[in-house]
C-alpha cells in the first residue's frame, strides 16, 4: 500500500498530435478521462482554468464560478479532489509574447484576470492553490525586454494574487526554456528567490517536474530536496526525460531508474504527502500507442513510483551508514544498484 496520494492532469490523456503531425488517436471526453483517473486509482486532479471552464474567455465571473461549482459536483461524484487550478496562458492569442511580462500592457491585465479567475475557480473547487507553468514568461528575443524589468513584473503579479484572495497559495512551476528561449524563472533556485521577494513567502512556493529539471542540466531528486529544504515544496510533476532536448514528459522511471528511485526515496523521508501534498505526474503517452492504451503510461507511472516505494522502504540505512562511516562509496553504490535491479 502506497503510503502517497496521487493526481494527474486530463492533458495527461491525449490524441498524440505534436509539433510534427496530427492526431494518432481518438479525444477523450472529460467525463470519461475523470471516471478512469478514479478507476486507476488517482486522489485527485490538476486544472488549467480551462479545463475547468472551457472557452472561459466568453464568461463572466459570476458564470465562471458557477460553471465550477457545476464541475465541483462532478469531482464529489468520482470521488476525486481538485489539486490545483493553472490559467492556460499559453495558449490565448492574448498572450502570445507572454502573460505577467508581456510587453503589451493590456496583455498583462489579461494575464492577471485569468489568474484571479483560476483564484476563484480553485475556491470553488475546493483547491488550496494555483500552479503558475510560466510557458511564455521571458524572452523570443533577448532584446524585447529587459530581465530586470520582466523578474519584477512577475513578483507584482504574484503580490497582486496573493492580495485578491488571503487564503490562495501560489506554486511556480519552474521551467528553463520551451516554448520561449529564455524563461525568467528556470529552476527551483528562482522559484525560492521570487518567493522570498514576495509580500508572503509562505504562500509562494514551487512545483519539481523531473523533465525541466533535466532540461536544465540538473538532478530532480536535488531540485526536490532544495524546495523540501526551505519547506516549500508544494506539489511535484513527476515524469522523464531523455536528456536536454524537447521537453518529452516520458512515463516517470522509464529513462532512469535510479534517479526516479532517488525522487522517490527524497519524498519519502522527508515525509512529502503528510500535510496533504499529492504525487502529481505530468506525463505523455507516446505518439505510437493505440486508442485502448490512452491510459497505460499513467498506469505504468504508478506502478513504477509504488515499486521504487517499496524498495525506498527497505532501503538499509545501517548499511548505508557504515558504507558512509568507511568511505565505501563503491559498495553503497553497488548496494543501491542490486537493490533496482532485484539482486538485492
Ligand atoms: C509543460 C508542463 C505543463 C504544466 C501544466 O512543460 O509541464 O504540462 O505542467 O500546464
Ligand atoms: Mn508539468
Keep these: ?4 496520494k496521487f493526481s494527474a492532469g486530463p492533458w495527461n490523456v491525449h490524441s498524440g498530435a505534436d509539433s510534427y503531425g496530427p492526431a494518432t488517436r481518438k479525444e477523450i471526453d472529460f467525463d470519461t478521462k475523470l471516471a478512469k483517473f478514479a478507476e486507476l486509482g488517482f486522489s485527485a486532479v490538476q486544472f488549467h482554468d480551462d479545463d475547468a471552464v472551457p472557452n472561459i474567455n466568453s464568461y463572466t465571473e459570476e458564470e465562471i464560478k458557477e460553471k465550477a461549482r457545476e ?3 462532478k469531482l464529489d461524484h468520482y470521488g476525486l479532489a481538485a489539486e490545483f487550478v493553472a ?4 495558449m490565448d492569442p492574448h498572450t502570445a509574447d507572454g502573460g505577467f ?4 500592457e493590456k496583455d498583462r491585465e489579461y494575464a492577471m484576470w485569468r489568474a484571479y479567475r483560476s483564484i476563484d475557480i480553485a475556491n470553488e473547487l475546493g483547491a488550496s492553490m494555483i500552479v503558475l507553468w510560466l510557458a511564455r514568461e521571458g524572452t523570443l528575443c533577448a532584446e524585447s525586454k529587459s530581465p530586470v ?3 519584477k513584473m512577475l513578483i507584482e503579479a504574484i503580490n497582486k494574487m496573493l492580495a485578491y484572495d488571503p487564503k490562495i497559495k501560489v506554486c511556480i512551476e519552474s521551467k528553463p526554456n ?4 529564455r524563461s525568467i524563472c528556470g529552476t ?7 518567493s522570498a521577494a514576495t509580500t508572503d513567502p509562505s504562500r509562494v512556493g514551487g512545483n519539481l517536474e523531473s523533465a525541466h529539471a533535466i532540461l536544465a542540466g540538473l538532478d530532480p531528486a536535488n531540485e526536490i530536496g532544495f524546495a523540501l529544504a526551505m519547506g516549500k515544496l508544494m506539489t511535484v510533476h513527476l515524469n522523464d526525460q531523455n536528456g536536454i532536448r524537447y521537453d518529452q514528459d516520458k512515463s516517470f522511471g522509464v529513462e532512469n531508474l535510479r534517479a526516479a528511485f532517488n525522487q522517490v526515496k527524497v519524498l519519502k523521508e522527508n515525509h512529502y504527502g503528510e500535510h496533504g501534498e499529492y504525487v502529481g505526474l505530468d506525463v505523455k503517452a507516446m505518439r505510437t500507442t493505440k486508442d485502448e492504451d490512452s491510459y497505460k503510461h499513467l498506469e505504468n507511472s504508478l ?6 516505494e517499496e524498495k525506498a522502504d527497505r532501503f538499509d540505512y545501517d548499511f548505508q551508514k557504515k558504507c558512509v562511516e568507511n568511505r565505501d562509496f563503491e559498495g553503497l553504490e553497488m548496494y543501491v544498484m542490486n537493490l533496482l535491479m532485484g539482486v538485492q
Design 1 to 4: 500500500m502506497s503510503k502517497f
Design 71 to 73: 464541475l465541483k459536483k
Design 87 to 90: 490559467p492556460r496562458l499559453w
Design 101 to 104: 511580462m508581456s510587453t503589451s
Design 149 to 151: 524589468w520582466a523578474t
Design 178 to 181: 520551451e516554448p520561449i528561449d
Design 188 to 194: 527551483m533556485g528562482h522559484v525560492m528567490a521570487i
Design 303 to 308: 506502478n513504477i513510483f509504488k515499486a521504487l
